[in-house]
């Protein structure tokens, strides 16, 4: 028995980072769902995965160029399926309020790897105290820097250090940090890190894991929770029963 994220919502059912992707996460019984953080124009935290509005959207351009007027504007659903063309990109505001009323967990990845986005730990994690959410949410990110910034606003925030290739001294600095997990890749299993990150007690959090061999080699004990694209599915392949 493992936790299960809903990798940007239960995107293989949905379009990625939408209501629909989070409410079909719940019906898949998700134990929670992983969004992307950018900031718009105007400061406001919303929930899409690339810097551009293009691939998921209508629309064009950069998402730190747009403001929420005209980011709401934009079509999030067609691209996937005609039947979706009335998904939006949806507010943090809109996922928080939401979640609040679900017992889903949040993993906030805090999209600061391509673009810097001033301010963006202050307004996450401002949003996250309004809705009284510190116990259900985590704040991942690839930039270090990003969750440097996230520990020196809040002593008390859940952080995970998210590790793409580049592992060496992670552990270290997960410690350093006070992170509560590492969020990384199968490949991660294989490496010294791993070992260290046991060693330390840190758990470990596996994306993207949809098929049951994308966890070959690795026992199951070892993993601490996967994000994975369709909750239900790798569930009933793993023969997990729903929790
Ligand atoms: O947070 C885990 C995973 O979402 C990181 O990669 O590109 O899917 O955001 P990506
Ligand atoms: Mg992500």
């Known amino acids: 028995m493992t936790t299960y994220?809903?990798?940007?919502g239960a995107s293989t059912m949905c379009p990625e980072n939408t209501m629909a992707a989070f409410r079909q996460a719940l019906r898949e019984k998700a134990d929670g769902i992983e969004i992307d953080v950018q900031l718009s124009k105007d400061g406001e935290a919303v929930v899409i995965h690339d810097e551009t509005v293009d691939r998921t959207t209508n629309g064009t351009g950069a998402v730190k160029d747009l403001t929420v007027l005209e980011l709401k504007q934009l079509d999030a659903g067609s691209w996937y399926n005609q039947a979706c063309k009335d998904e939006t990109i949806p507010l943090l505001e809109e996922v928080l309020k939401w979640i609040a009323r679900t017992d889903l967990m949040l993993n906030i990845e805090l999209k600061t790897d391509?673009?810097?986005?001033?301010?963006?730990?202050?307004?996450?994690?401002?949003?996250?105290?309004?809705?009284?959410?510190?116990?259900?949410?985590?704040?991942s990110s690839f930039n270090l820097e990003t969750l440097r910034r996230?520990?020196?606003?809040?002593?008390?925030?859940?952080?995970?250090?998210?590790?793409?290739?580049?592992?060496?001294?992670?552990?270290?600095?997960?410690r350093h940090l006070g992170a509560e997990a590492i969020h990384a890749r199968p490949g991660f299993?294989?490496?010294?890190?791993?070992?260290?990150?046991?060693?330390?007690?840190?758990?470990i959090r596996l994306y993207t894991v949809n098929e049951p061999e994308d966890l070959q080699g690795i026992a199951p004990g070892f993993v601490d929770?996967?994000?994975t694209d369709s909750p239900a599915r790798l569930r009933k392949a793993l023969g997990d029963t729903a929790g």
Not at 5 to 8: C, D, G, L, P, S
Request: proline share 4%; hydrophobic share 45%.
């Open 5 to 8: 994220y809903a990798h940007r």
């Open 150 to 174: 996230v520990r020196e606003i809040s002593s008390s925030a859940s952080i995970a250090v998210l590790v793409w290739d580049n592992v060496d001294g992670i552990v270290k600095c997960a």
């Open 225 to 227: 929770a996967v994000f």
């Open 114 to 139: 391509r673009e810097p986005y001033p301010g963006i730990e202050q307004v996450v994690i401002d949003a996250v105290k309004r809705h009284d959410l510190g116990e259900r949410v985590v704040l």
């Open 189 to 203: 299993m294989h490496t010294a890190e791993s070992l260290r990150a046991e060693a330390a007690g840190l758990p």
